[in-house]
Nanobody, 118 residues
Framework: QVQLVESGGGLVQAGGSLRLSCAAS????????LGWFRQAPGKQRELVAS???????NYADSVKGRFTISRDNAKNTVSLQMNSLGPEDTAVYYC????????????WGQGTQVTVSS
């Protein structure tokens, strides 16, 4: 059974930072593609950042230079460091995984709320 469990969300003031973590089990983590998506109220879910098995990273234009995705294969965790947060970053953030890069991953976490106050 695959489980992805996010942590680290919360309320932060604009300009602040948060670090999200996702602990995975039930998958071959070291060879998995991993992504962080977010969905704000009334908006479509979007891919924020992703990292391949070879540690190549990709970011949405809106977060480039502010967010950093990383993976720890020894701990089966993927993290998202978010700096210079703004109200536009308010959303539910989801960790996702699959064997290959995809906009429709097979496995999802339950989501963690990030709220940025102005």
């Amino acid at each position: 059974q695959v489980q992805l469990v996010e942590s680290g969300g919360g309320l932060v003031q604009a300009g602040g930072s948060l670090r999200l973590s996702c602990a995975a089990s039930g998958i071959i983590f070291s060879t998995s593609w991993l992504g962080w998506f977010r969905q704000a109220p009334g908006k479509q879910r979007e891919l924020v950042a992703s990292i391949t098995r070879g540690r190549s990273t990709n970011y949405a234009d809106s977060v480039k230079g502010r967010f950093t995705i990383s993976r720890d294969n020894a701990k089966n965790t993927v993290s998202l460091q978010m700096n210079s947060l703004g109200p536009e970053d308010t959303a539910v953030y989801y960790c996702a995984a699959d064997r290959i890069p995809t906009m429709s991953p097979s496995y999802w976490g339950q989501g963690t709320q990030v709220t940025v106050s102005s």
